[in-house]
């Protein structure tokens, strides 16, 4: 009877550390994106993705979380929505990690569906720009550098406009955002969904930062993801880089989780990536 007691406290303790490190294991996933169309004055930059951090904490006031972030000494930190949870909604914890990383680089920010559904988009974007974050509400800002431009745009979820389909809504707000962008530019993306790869590939963006399908919250080793909104079971889109013709699309697995409590063989995960000019 005892060695029955202490098997079963020895699964039992087992699984809590698998579970601790599949939800609290920061993971960096790094990716090098190279085209010949990226300015040369560009070459090197560095880009820190953060997504769907929903209520997640890693460590006293997400201090783990941006001391990783600061590691790696990104030149610009993109948040690609789900920056709170709209079942839990408490943005103050959320813009503790904001506060830390405005300290580290600038940062860009677009809306998730998560913002859209608490019905607190103004009070989350206004207190994004008083620390000093870039919002991008289908707009576009164009960084120079020694005479060379690079556009970075963001859109925002289409869950704004619930009665329409997403690959309408996202397909009107990407031409509202590029309309005068000429096409040469190297043209970057921050967008919460990745669902919609075709309407990125036939708007011949170069690339796409995006979340949402939270790399399909269980991870099969070998296959893939199980689940993911937007995309049902065994999504396509679920993590890494994806790339049709000119198009690149980094699919971010998320850092935190919402309705389903655990991530399984899927660690919260940061994204890096490095632009190298071909």
Same mark, same amino acid.
């Given at each position: 009877?005892? @060695? ?6 020895? /699964? ?6 698998? #579970?601790?490190?599949? @939800? ?8 090098? /994106? ?11 930059? $560095?880009?820190?993705? #953060? ?11 997400? !201090? ?8 790696? *000494? ?29 300290? !580290? ?7 998730? *569906?998560?913002? $859209? ?16 974050? /870039?919002?991008? @509400? ?12 690079? !556009? ?9 406009? %619930? ?6 809504? /996202? ?10 962008? %000429? ?25 796409? +930062? ?10 099969? %080793? ?6 993911? %909104? ?24 998320? &850092?935190? *989780? ?6 399984? +063989? @899927? ?7 490095? &632009?190298?000019?071909?």
């Amino acid at each position: 009877m005892k @060695n029955k007691v202490l098997k079963i406290i020895f /699964i039992i303790a087992l699984v809590g550390v698998f #579970l601790y490190v599949n @939800n609290h294991w920061l993971q960096v996933s790094s990716h090098e /994106i190279s085209s010949d169309r990226i300015p040369a004055a560009f070459d090197g930059l $560095v880009i820190v993705q #953060l997504s769907d951090l929903h209520d997640a904490e890693f460590g006293r006031e997400q !201090v783990k979380l941006a001391e990783k972030v600061k590691k790696l *000494n990104p030149d610009l930190i993109f948040l690609t929505g789900d920056l709170i949870d709209s079942n839990r909604y408490d943005l103050e914890k959320s813009l503790h990690l904001v506060r830390k990383l405005v300290g !580290v680089a600038d940062v860009y920010y677009v809306t998730g *569906n998560h913002e $859209v559904a608490v019905n607190q988009v103004d009070e989350i974007t206004g207190a994004l720009r008083a620390l000093g974050v /870039i919002v991008l @509400n289908n707009e576009a800002k164009v960084l120079e550098q020694n005479g060379e431009q690079l !556009v970075i745009a963001g859109i925002e979820d289409p869950l704004m406009e %619930p009665a329409e389909l997403s690959e309408k809504t /996202i397909a009107k707000y990407m031409d509202r955002t590029f309309d005068g962008i %000429p096409d040469q530019n190297y043209r970057l993306l921050l967008s919460h969904r990745s669902e919609v790869f075709d309407v990125y590939v036939d708007r011949q963006v170069d690339l796409i +930062f995006t979340g949402h399908a939270h790399g399909g919250q269980v991870r099969i %080793p070998g296959i893939g993801g199980l689940f993911a %909104p937007g995309q049902g079971w065994f999504p396509k889109y679920t993590a890494g880089i994806y790339t049709k013709g000119i198009t690149t699309m980094a699919v971010s697995r998320g &850092l935190g *989780n919402s309705i389903i409590p655990y991530r399984i +063989f @899927n660690r919260p995960e940061i994204v890096l990536v490095t &632009l190298k000019k071909e």
